[in-house]
């Protein structure tokens, strides 16, 4: 099971009713394809910096969840033809690691340049 987040951008035409029902058809079809601690982060009403179907502004909802890999495809595909979103997206969450200590080399003899300095 890998971490994903869901960005959907949704038609700012939408009352709040029909926003949730998106909402809960997401939640729906995550579960439904194996996703498991779905937790919604926002949402949102936001201008678009360009019109997607010609529309300037847009309800934005994202969503953090766990699911197998190929579980993003059937997600996709139930949201492919859905008039009230614009646009979405899935982004795999990697976990940040801790930066690997780095070995000082002041005050040693840097072998690659031992051949150079020979040369001269």
Do not use: C, W
């Not at 595909?77 to 795999?92: G, P, Q």
Request: proline content about 6%; glycine content about 4%.
């Amino acid at each position: 099971m890998k971490e994903y987040e869901a960005v959907f951008i949704l038609n700012p035409k939408l009352s709040k009713e029909d926003v949730q029902k998106v909402a809960d058809t997401l939640k729906k079809s995550i579960e439904s394809a194996k996703g498991k601690d779905i937790v919604e982060t926002k949402t949102e009403r936001r201008p678009l910096n360009f019109a997607i179907k010609k529309q300037r502004e847009g309800i934005y909802m994202i969503y953090k969840f766990t699911a197998p890999p190929d579980a993003i495809e059937k997600v996709k595909e139930d949201f492919k033809h859905n008039e009230s979103v614009l646009r979405y997206a899935f982004i795999a969450a990697y976990k940040k690691e801790e930066p690997k200590p780095v070995e000082s080399t002041l005050g040693r003899e840097d072998p690659t340049r031992e051949g150079a300095e020979k040369e001269k």
